[in-house]
C-alpha cells in the first residue's frame, strides 16, 4: 500500500515537474527548475524503507522522468536507482528531521546527481559539446531542488503516516 501510494505521489509530483517550466519562465537563469521527484526519493532512502521496494520504485519514477523529459532512456532510471541506494547506505547517519538537514540533503544530492548525470552523457553521449552546455545548469537546479525539498519532505512525511501499518490508538484502547 505505502509503495503504491509513494508511487502515485511520484508519478503526481513528477507531472508537476514537467510543468514547472512555466512558473520559472519569467526568470531567465537555466536550470532554475527543481526536481520534485528527487527529495522523494531521499524520503524514501532516509527513512528506512525496504532496500527491494524503494529501488524499485526509484526505477520506476526514474523510469517516467525518462520518457516525460528528453533524457536517454535509462539515464534517469540508473541514476534514481544509484542515488536511492547511496542515502540508504548513508541513511543510518543521516537524520533528516530538520529543515536544514532536508535543504542541506537535498542540494548534496542533486549535485550529486548532477556530476551523475553529466558523466553519464559525456562517457555515452553522441554528442560532445552536450556536457559542456548543460553544465551551467547544474547548480542553480541543485539550489532550486533544495529550496523545494521541504515541503516534499513535507507532504512525503503525511503520506508516510498515512499509509503507517501501525495500530490507531482508538483501535488499541478498544474504542
Known amino acids: 500500500m505505502r509503495n503504491t501510494a509513494f508511487f502515485l505521489a511520484g508519478m503526481l509530483l513528477l507531472l508537476l515537474q514537467s510543468n514547472m517550466f512555466r512558473v520559472f519562465s519569467w526568470v531567465h537563469v537555466p536550470g532554475l527548475v527543481p526536481s520534485l521527484v528527487l527529495p522523494l526519493i531521499l524520503f524514501m532512502g532516509v527513512h528506512e524503507y525496504s532496500l527491494a521496494r524503494g529501488a524499485a520504485v526509484a526505477f520506476v519514477l526514474g523510469y517516467g522522468t525518462?520518457?516525460?523529459?528528453?533524457?536517454?532512456?535509462?539515464?534517469?532510471?540508473?541514476?534514481?536507482?544509484?542515488?536511492?541506494?547511496?542515502?540508504?547506505?548513508?541513511?543510518?547517519?543521516?537524520?533528516?528531521?530538520?529543515v536544514l538537514m532536508q535543504v542541506a540533503l537535498a542540494l548534496v544530492a542533486a549535485l550529486v546527481h548532477s556530476v551523475m548525470v553529466l558523466g553519464l552523457i559525456a562517457i555515452f553521449g553522441r554528442d560532445a559539446y552536450v556536457p559542456r552546455a548543460i553544465y551551467a545548469m547544474a547548480f542553480p537546479h541543485a539550489l532550486s531542488t533544495a529550496a523545494i525539498a521541504p515541503i516534499v519532505f513535507r507532504v512525503s512525511r503525511k503520506l508516510h503516516a498515512a499509509t503507517s501499518t501501525a495500530p490507531h490508538v482508538e483501535a488499541a484502547r478498544g474504542t
Do not use: E, H, K, S
Open 66 to 98: 525518462d520518457l516525460v523529459g528528453i533524457a536517454p532512456v535509462g539515464l534517469y532510471t540508473f541514476t534514481y536507482v544509484a542515488i536511492f541506494v547511496l542515502v540508504r547506505a548513508a541513511g543510518v547517519r543521516l537524520a533528516a528531521q530538520t
